[in-house]
């Protein structure tokens, strides 16, 4: 088997991180890795990733509760105060040891997405317009070659090229994180409210997705996915 399958079977999407913190160094560098290796159409980039670390465990507290899921998060989304400060009990109730022993078992109907409060938490978000000073500087796009491509670009009504350029940014970076034993976790499930407001999630950003880094929690129950994958036949025509 080559080692890029290797690589592949072992990224998993998990729910829990461990408290072990990772080297800022190790996840800096496989950052770097990925923006070197991940192509882009007409290299433009088009998405900005923010990158917060074990600093910002409030915030991330605050992203954990806006991740509510299960059959009782439809009562929370669009809430008030106290509707925000009952989430808020119930996250701490759920994520507490002693509802550890019960397995995480849901809380009012809630149970929630806590990738988003691993040790380092990527938000890809849109970068309108987005050209660098380096490019500019560049002489491909001082001759006026790239200027009239990115101008056509930027100026597309439907353009979804960022959130195709951050989707492959994200899955790369994941598989760089499982080559150096580390999990990265995505998530999109979450919803902003005004009495659980961050910086990590603000009203007026156009977030496509937040990946979570860093090791996984062996001694969290796991469960398996009761979806079933389709068939290759029901995904893949050959025509």
């Known amino acids: 088997m080559s080692y890029l399958i290797d690589i592949m079977k072992t990224r998993h999407n998990i729910q829990f991180f461990s408290d072990k913190i990772p080297d800022k160094k190790l996840v800096d560098s496989i950052l770097k890795k990925a923006h070197l290796l991940v192509p882009h159409k007409n290299n433009f980039w088009y998405y900005r990733v923010k990158v917060y670390g074990p600093e910002h465990a409030e915030e991330k507290r ?21 509707d925000m400060k009952r989430l808020g009990e119930i996250y701490d109730e759920w994520s507490s040891q002693e509802n550890r022993k ?38 491909y796009f001082k001759s006026g070659k790239q200027k009239e491509i990115f101008k056509k670009e930027t100026n597309s009504v439907d353009n979804f ?25 995505f998530c999109r499930c979450y919803f902003y409210n005004q009495f659980i407001h961050s910086d990590i999630l603000r009203p007026g950003d156009d977030t ?32």
């Not at 954990?64 to 669009?78: N, Q």
């Not at 350029?165 to 999990?183: P, R, W």
């Open 161 to 185: 090229d960022w959130v195709i350029q951050a989707s492959m940014h994200g899955i790369s970076t994941s598989y760089i994180c499982a080559e150096n034993k580390l999990y990265a976790s």
């Open 62 to 82: 605050l992203i954990g509760m806006a991740s509510v899921a299960g059959e009782g998060k439809d009562k929370f989304r669009g809430g008030d105060e106290k």
């Open 102 to 139: 019960n397995g995480y078992a849901k809380i009012d109907g809630c149970n929630f997405n806590m990738q988003v409060t691993a040790p380092y938490l990527l938000v890809y978000t849109h970068q309108k317009n987005y050209m660098s000073k380096s490019q500019e500087n560049a002489s």
């Open 208 to 239: 496509a997705f937040m990946l979570g880094i860093g090791y996984k929690d062996e001694t969290k129950p796991y469960f398996p996915s009761l979806v079933k994958k389709p068939t290759y036949d029901e995904i893949m025509e050959w025509v």
